[in-house]
């Protein structure tokens, strides 16, 4: 028997919002329906089979399915009505591998992902190419993201220092983009100028002092232009940045230096704003990557047929996202409240992004 695609798709969606982690987790959601929900979703004759919906979502193509929820959810985030004067959309991009999951010769799958740090939905997401890197996923990750808004002009990307590249700093400034990035001994020569910079001489920017888990830490920032005649080895660079990180627990203090490098000029990114921004780097772990390990237990999810592993990241994804916008702090808890879930994919919302 054939079943329609788009009642398929809602239902996986529906499932791994109510808390499913597997393929077999989803079929059981739909299973469990009463008959008119289930007919609420298309399903008036019969329901699939368990190994129909499973061949079904480990043939799709994985970065398609998940511009389509991204652009979803855009549509039902309220758009703050105030915003701070320098407000820009923020994306933190890092990758994350899939330790449950493996491909056909038994490597682990990898997957590079976008996130928009004030919403909390992820944009775009691929899946690294099991015989490169994170570096070569980076142009085709922009290109997802940029399906999803339409246009990066003046959009903000933040990485970790394997994207210190040249190639991507180009790529996303012919976007119309800006690359924050960390410097670290990958980069030797950059590394080396930035460290040699009279940071002594640089007046403080921001500071910030945090108390946690018994720990106290002091955030330093620095920043200095460098868009100058003789500047630093990294195109399109417009600002040196550099963080000290002061902790102190259980009676004993460390220090750690970091070094950036950011591609807006002082006058549209302040020492204020680049604290802020670097800090919203950490959400994608914290919000998005821890989430799916422990509330969803994707590390224990031995998904190996086909794109399974990324097309089932991609639905817990939106699930997480879905359950921001709804204003949910505790995913897990969301997953297990009651909602109309079905409601919630079927029905139709003004575009509010």
Not at 53 to 59: A, C, D, I
Not at 97 to 126: E, N
Request: proline share 5%; with cysteine.
């Amino acid at each position: 028997m054939r079943y329609p695609l788009t009642p398929l798709l809602a239902v996986a969606g529906c499932a791994v919002m109510a808390g499913a982690s597997s393929f077999a987790a989803i079929t059981d959601w739909l299973h469990d329906l009463e008959e008119q929900a289930q007919a609420r979703l298309g399903f008036t004759a019969a329901v699939p089979v368990g190994s129909t919906v499973w061949r079904l979502l480990t043939r799709l193509d994985d970065t398609l399915l998940g511009n389509a929820p991204a652009g979803w959810l855009r549509t039902r985030t309220p758009v703050e009505v105030t915003r701070p004067r320098r407000y820009r959309t923020v994306i933190a991009i890092d990758g994350k591998t899939l330790r449950g999951a493996r491909i056909g010769d038994g490597r682990q799958v990898h997957l590079l992902s976008a996130l928009d740090s004030t919403t909390g939905i992820v944009l775009a997401q691929v899946t690294v190419d099991a015989k490169s890197n994170e570096i070569t996923s980076f142009a085709p990750l922009l290109d997802a993201a940029e399906q999803v808004l339409g246009s990066l002009a003046g959009v903000l990307f933040i990485a970790d220092a394997l994207h210190t590249q040249t190639p991507h700093a180009h790529e996303v400034t012919a976007r119309r983009a800006h690359l924050l990035v960390q410097v670290k001994a990958n980069q030797p020569t950059l590394f080396k100028q930035l460290k040699r910079l009279p940071w002594a001489q640089i007046p403080v920017g921001d500071r910030t002092r945090d108390r946690a888990h018994g720990r106290r830490e002091t955030r330093t920032v620095k920043a200095v232009t460098v868009a100058t005649p003789g500047g630093i080895v990294f195109p399109h660079a417009q600002q040196a940045v550099r963080i000290t990180r002061t902790r102190i627990a259980a009676g004993r203090t460390s220090r750690e230096t970091a070094y950036l490098t950011v591609s807006l000029p002082a006058g549209q990114a302040q020492p204020v704003d680049l604290q802020s921004w670097i800090r919203q780097h950490w959400h994608i772990e914290n919000k998005i990557h821890h989430v799916r390990d422990v509330t969803f237990r994707e590390d224990l999810h031995q998904a190996r047929t086909g794109n399974g592993p990324a097309v089932i990241a991609t639905l817990r994804n939106s699930a997480i996202g879905w359950h921001r916008t709804t204003g949910a702090t505790n995913i897990a808890r969301a997953t297990r409240r009651s909602h109309d879930l079905i409601t919630a994919v079927t029905s139709s919302y003004p575009t509010t992004q």
